[in-house]
């Protein structure tokens, strides 16, 4: 966790301390519930990660600044990764099945649905850094494949290695290794057949995230024979990512259409940041430039229905992002009716109720602003 001193509050001028406060701790609360809710699950997971993000809500009362979705991505993801870990490792996540094998110490004293019983056993340590090691080496070896490691893959790659939950000693060489040519990668000791499937499942999402290059499937191919994975399956495995990846970004495609139409009015402004950083979260890179220049043209979203054929959780993850984003500025309850009319509008273009969604985000946020004010309350 980053901590410096916070720069002027939000809000009009004249605003109370302990209210200013508050409206930070919101603008968190709304980067927070886009991440939970991009994850792929669901509003469900909101009140796990509101929890394991305790400290970072009582540094932001404070007056101190930490990594954000507006400002440091990359940081804010990794941190954010980490939190969700035990709860909902992240749909979309490079070897997010691997870590689902308990394949990390995360959710170890400090996590809330707990793999384990007690503090985790030597066993148990080695298990995760032996797996964790072979999941970070296949993923580099992946990126490396069709040249340098750029700057997302290696956020991806950090966000794998703090899902592990390893010690600083055992997970500090895993961030800075080189990568191994995959023919001299070494498969050791016992890879249960879900890990192995979550290992070339990982692999996949990775190549298809800026689409599938010859090279990267070799070191897939590679990677497969090393681990006795049938030939069959890796296709289905292939298949599925690719079906997964075109849904993705219609999905995230239409977060950014809904975050522009209910923030119109605030672009330039952290309208445009939002959808901005939410296209870079959601909408694989492969086809993420699009949508990105529309959203720095400030061209107008208008709704045509475009993303009706999407499913019933998908609706949902759209109309709560888009009301998380609402929310960042700490909107009156003037603004509030103004961006709920908006938001209904998106929710009758997908053909769905905007109320569940609202209910959601909302009722999360109130649980966690509650025991922040009450002890504001008594002076």
């Keep these: 966790m980053t901590l410096a001193p916070y720069g002027p509050p939000p809000g009009p001028a004249g605003t109370d301390p302990k209210t200013a406060a508050l409206g930070r701790l919101i603008a968190t609360l709304a980067e927070d519930a886009i991440f ?28 101190h600044r930490l990594n954000t979705m507006s400002g440091e991505l ?34 170890g004293a400090r996590g809330l649905r707990s793999f384990f019983s007690s503090k985790p056993s030597e066993k148990d340590v080695l298990r995760v850094k032996r797996l964790g090691t072979l999941a970070t080496r296949i993923l580099r070896a992946v990126f490396v494949a069709d040249g340098p490691i750029d700057d997302e893959e290696n956020r991806a790659i950090a966000t794998v290695v703090a899902a592990l939950g390893l010690p600083d000693e055992d997970a500090k060489p895993l961030f800075a290794e080189a990568p191994i040519p995959v023919e001299q990668l070494d498969v050791y000791g016992d890879v249960d057949a879900a890990v192995a499937k979550g290992l070339l499942r990982g692999a996949w999402l990775a190549s298809a995230w800026d689409t599938i290059d010859p ?43 809904a975050i522009r139409f209910l923030l119109s009015d605030r672009m330039p402004g952290h309208g445009v940041t939002l959808a901005a ?10 086809y993420r430039d699009e949508v990105m220049a529309q959203v720095g043209h400030g061209a107008k979203v208008t709704l045509a229905k475009r993303y009706t054929a999407l499913g019933n959780e998908d609706k949902e993850t759209v109309l709560g992002i888009a009301w998380a984003a609402s929310l960042y500025e700490d909107p009156s309850l003037g603004r509030r ?12 273009d997908l053909g769905a109720d905007g109320v569940k969604a609202r209910h959601a985000i909302d009722e999360w946020v109130a649980d966690v602003l509650a025991p922040a004010a009450f002890p504001m309350g008594g002076d």
């Excluded at 994975?229 to 289905?236: D, Q, Y």
């Excluded at 709920?340 to 998106?346: E, G, M, S």
């Design 74 to 107: 990359d940081h804010w993801v990794v941190e954010m990764t980490r939190a969700i870990v035990p709860i909902f490792p992240p749909a979309l996540m490079p070897m997010g099945d691997v870590i689902r094998e308990r394949v990390t110490l995360e959710a």
């Design 337 to 348: 009716a103004l961006l709920r009319a908006r938001h209904d509008r998106v929710a009758a």
């Design 215 to 257: 090279r990267e499937e070799h070191v897939i191919r590679v990677v497969s024979n090393k681990l006795n994975f049938a030939a069959m399956e890796l296709e289905v495995l292939r298949n599925e990512v690719v079906k997964l990846i075109d849904v993705r970004r219609n999905v995230g495609s239409a977060c950014v259409d």
């Design 277 to 286: 950083k939410t296209g870079q979260l959601m909408i694989p890179k492969r």
């Design 36 to 63: 939970g809710l991009a994850s792929g699950g669901g509003a469900g997971v909101l009140e796990g990660l509101g929890k394991r993000r305790g400290e970072a809500y009582q540094a932001v009362l404070g007056g």
